[in-house]
Nanobody
Framework: QLQASGGGLVQTGGSLRLSCAAS????????MAWFRQAPRKEREFVAA????????YYTDSVKGRFTISRDNAKRTVYLRMDSLKPEDTAVYYC????????????????WGQGTLVTVSS
């Protein structure tokens, strides 16, 4: 089970940190990812991190602004979002990936519930 939190309303240029706490599985051997779905758009890949945390992957639109990280002792993955833009407004979902090494646009094993991020202009 994945429990996401940390969403909210922020102004353009602001920051948020999303958290996703995992339970019921061996978190430390799983690659994790964040996806998002904006209104009237398809869900899209945002970032991924390998099981060890050694490898990270970002979609081009968030490179240099978002940082994915993990704390295996806390069974939690994070998404630090800086320099937020209105186009970042979406429901953000965390996910466990099939490939423990992660990757771009990876296949998802299981989804968490979403957390809403709204960036005002």
């Amino acid at each position: 089970q994945l429990q996401a939190s940390g969403g909210g309303l922020v102004q353009t240029g602001g920051s948020l940190r999303l958290s996703c706490a995992a339970s019921g599985r061996t978190f430390s051997s799983d690659a994790m990812a964040w996806f998002r779905q904006a209104p009237r758009k398809e869900r899209e890949f945002v970032a991924a991190i390998s099981w060890s945390g050694s490898n990270t992957y970002y979609t081009d639109s968030v490179k240099g602004r978002f940082t994915i990280s993990r704390d295996n002792a806390k069974r939690t993955v994070y998404l630090r979002m800086d320099s937020l833009k209105p186009e970042d407004t979406a429901v953000y979902y965390c996910a466990v990936l099939e490939d423990p090494n992660g990757g771009f646009n990876p296949r998802v094993d299981s989804w968490g519930q979403g957390t809403l991020v709204t960036v005002s202009s």
